[in-house]
């Protein structure tokens, strides 16, 4: 099996998005978009792909918001380390949803 473990993250110089490779030197996280450019990211900010697609075809990352953002189905992807595997949970219900 040859999967690629993308990740994205916003800069912190211009809030700009940036996907591609996770290093971490010296306390700081940069996102290595190219093997020539890396940009310095925001901690906060960063998620992997779950290497899935929603129905628009736009790849899913931890951290995302699926369905309505006010919405009362609203979840957020997040990944379980007790389970290792992404899910997505919802305010409104007690235990989160496997993704497949």
């Known amino acids: ?7 994205r993250g916003k800069r912190k110089d211009s809030k700009e998005w940036v ?3 996770l290093h971490t030197l010296c306390g700081h996280i940069h996102i ?7 940009y310095n990211i925001d901690r906060a900010t ?16 931890e951290g995302d918001i699926m369905g309505h953002p006010d919405g009362p ?18 305010q409104n219900m007690p235990t989160a ?4």
């Open 1 to 7: 099996m040859n999967r690629v473990i993308r990740f």
């Open 19 to 21: 996907y591609g490779d």
């Open 32 to 38: 290595h978009a190219t093997p020539f450019d890396k």
């Open 46 to 61: 960063v998620g992997q792909s779950v290497a899935l697609k929603d129905n628009d075809g736009v790849e899913i990352y």
């Open 73 to 90: 189905n609203r979840r957020v992807v997040f990944w379980n380390g007790q389970l290792a595997q992404f899910q997505a949970n919802a």
């Open 97 to 100: 949803a496997d993704i497949y």
